[in-house]
């Protein structure tokens, strides 16, 4: 299995995760936003499924697509229905006052919060209050390449998940084989740890055409994920023993307060309202005239590159790649340069998939 094919994997599991979530259900919930790639200084999930409150994630549309930081975070959540000087309003955020008072004046800036000067002193008074939009976080690994060895390497990392308890659950995605038991059953991982399969190579082959329109894009579940315990103090792993190299010293690990928990998920998630999982078009070469998206299993849209004929991935498919040719200007001749051509089409089709996950937008 190559990167190429990891890239794509994880792709289609966004997109399956965004139709299917959760799994094995009749309908796909409405509340649901993926992304990938996102997580912490320590630990970056390969897919996160928030899953959302309805009208929570509504309301969540009020502040706009861009994402609200930490300090931006402390300074809305904590606003006043009435007008009040902001360090009688706002608890004290750990760090200097000034620092405060920036964040004020970003949040006036983008309209999010309103703000005035009296005294010499800054008041504030918010706009909406802002709503418990996050219910849960799912986060899947995705290996479509489950060996032995991609198993043991894959272990630590899990036990990590586990241990801190950032994510209420979390899964492990890989290709199906069609045995009668899937091998990952077998591999040594935690047992609070899902695991699904997805029937990735039929998908690769397409249909009979060759084009890959058709086919279902579903997954299985082999074993379902034990709940963690996002709201209990978590136990981040800094170092352990290496197995087998008779290192006697002990595991070192520190404890983390729930509240800090509850403000590193909200934070993620406010990064994955702002990208979604179709950002990766922005690292991408949507302009060279060999990209273009293709529809699998019924309409996930995947990049696809016609000068290799597959799928091509997010390094590859760069400035630095041989077979780069830009779109000819002719291409762009209906609208252009204000609306661009088939590679600003691109990304215009993919922000508006985004931001059908993200209503009130
Ligand atoms: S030729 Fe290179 S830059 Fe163009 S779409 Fe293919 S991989 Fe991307």
Known sequence: MTGRSEFTFELLVCAWAERKWPPESTSASPAIIVARQLG????????????CDPDGLRDRAKFGSERLDGDLLHVIRNAPPDWQYYRDALPHPGYPWRYVRKSIHRAADRGILETRKRRNRIEIRRKW?????????VAIENKPDLTASAARALTPQLEYDVAMGLADEVWVATTETGERFEPVLFEDLPVEVGLLTVDYESIERGDSTGDGVSGVLDATVHWYP??????????RILERPTIGDGDASAARFEYVDPGEKTATRLEIAERAYERGWRSYVETMRPDCRYFELRSKCGGALLPWCRAHDRSQNARECSGG???FEPEPPTWRTRGWPIEGGPGQGVQQLL???????RPGL
């Not at 912490?40 to 899953?51: H, P, Q, S």
């Not at 922000?351 to 996950?357: A, F, I, K, S, V």
């Open 40 to 51: 912490t200084k320590r630990r970056r999930w390969d897919t996160l499924i928030f899953e």
């Open 226 to 235: 034990r709940s963690l315990e996002t709201d209990k103090p978590g136990t």
């Open 351 to 357: 922000e508006t998939q985004r931001e059908r996950q």
């Open 129 to 137: 209050s802002y709503s418990d939009w996050l219910r849960r976080v």
């Open 321 to 323: 790649c041989p077979a």
